[in-house]
């Protein structure tokens, strides 16, 4: 099991340490606000049309060959990023580790569950999340700040080195597990609805703060330090969550988590040239509230689908959580051409609670 933190830990640090560092290299090499979403949308489009094959590919890999693979395609080809910025090129890449993130995500959260002890499963999962987690701490904030201090080819170079020595330890693994999910329970599943509405919408909003506020306004050190809260942020978020869910029932705080979120981009719009205090106070919220419907979401999901079909949940929930990364980034560039930073941000966060309070007058029950 630790062998699989320690990978899972690589991994997540290739991935986050260039979540909002290709965009900022798209833009340097001329790309438009659409164009720049676009290159967190790749990442995550390729991602997601992967673990739709899930299925298919635990039937024909092991999930050691699956961890071996995802971290060789999410990690050396990093390297590519240097020899041009050209907007092809990037997307390119991108979408070559957006499949090795997807095998790595896919594999490794099955290897979590059955590496368990008996009777210890949640507690293997748990451990699992805290190394995927854990990289964003250091790596989400300190990509961007690497980038503008040492230059954004030690960037490259480290996430390719993380990747590669993930794919070696990787080869330690056990060799004979075999995941198992099928997407075909999910039929008639309207249940899911609520919660996938919700994770979506957060997932969005972060996605999109990640991809454009290194390219907002303000300095690189302040960014670095809104990304870093923003991350803390969310971890303390899923923990308070979790507590939370052991006096109250699956679901209970969805909503309040997307209206935190929705705050906290307003927040952000009004600090985007203002003090650096308000800039944290919006990123925290933001990541504070992502946090916290993750949690809450996954249990909930898990709850209404049965313990029978928990990788089956597990599965959909990161389609859902990664594809909505991409489009939330893919559509605040849009937004950002007819709006700009401060004016997007304000949209995404009245349309974000727009959205949160709608789900909640319509699954209200009827009197």
């Known amino acids: 099991m630790a062998l699989l933190l320690v990978v899972t830990f690589l991994g997540f640090l290739n991935y986050s340490a260039l979540l909002a560092v290709v965009p900022l290299w798209a833009s340097e090499g001329g790309a438009g606000s659409a164009a720049v979403g676009g290159a967190t949308a790749v990442m995550m489009a390729a991602t997601v049309l992967t673990q739709c094959f899930a299925p298919v ?18 990690g050396p080809i990093a390297l590519v990023y240097t020899v041009s910025d050209a ?3 990037i997307l390119s890449v991108t979408a070559v580790r957006g499949v090795g ?17 008996q009777g210890r499963v949640a507690a293997s999962v748990s451990l699992y999340g805290a ?25 490259f170079s480290i996430a390719a080195g993380a990747g590669l020595l993930a794919a070696l330890l990787s080869l330690l693994l056990p060799g004979h597990l075999r995941g198992r999910a099928s997407l075909s329970s999910l039929s008639g599943q309207r249940a899911m609805l609520g919660p996938l509405t919700c994770l979506a919408l957060v997932a969005a909003a972060f996605g999109a703060t990640t991809t454009f506020l290194p390219l ?3 300095a690189v050190s302040q960014t670095s330090w809104a990304l870093f ?22 679901g209970r705080i969805l909503t309040m988590s997307v209206l935190v979120v929705a705050a906290g981009l307003v927040i952000t719009a009004q600090a985007l040239e203002g003090p650096l205090a308000i800039l944290l106070l919006g990123a925290a919220l933001t990541g504070a509230g992502f946090g916290a419907c993750q949690n809450d979401s996954f249990v909930t999901l898990v709850h209404r689908l049965g313990p029978a079909h928990t990788a089956t949940a597990s599965t959909v929930w990161n389609m859902v959580y990664d594809g909505s990364i991409g489009a939330g980034a893919f559509l605040l560039g849009w937004v950002i051409g007819a709006a700009g930073y401060g004016g997007a941000f304000v949209i995404a966060g009245l349309s974000t609670a727009g959205f949160a309070l709608l789900r909640a007058w319509l699954s209200a029950p009827q009197r």
Not at 131 to 155: C, H, I, K, R
Not at 238 to 247: E, K, P, T
């Open 131 to 155: 190394a995927a987690a854990l990289p964003n701490l250091v790596a989400l904030a300190g990509g961007v700040w690497a980038a503008g201090t040492w230059g954004f080819g030690v960037v």
């Open 57 to 74: 590919l635990f039937r024909l890999a092991s999930l050691r060959l699956l961890m071996v693979l995802g971290a060789m395609l999410l």
């Open 229 to 250: 809260v923003a991350s803390a942020a969310m971890v303390a978020g899923r923990l308070v969550a979790g507590a939370l869910g052991a006096r109250l029932a699956a």
């Open 216 to 218: 907002s306004g303000p």
């Open 87 to 89: 907007l092809w090129v």
């Open 101 to 117: 993130f997807a095998l790595m995500v896919i594999a490794g959260a099955t290897l979590a569950a059955d590496l368990a002890p």
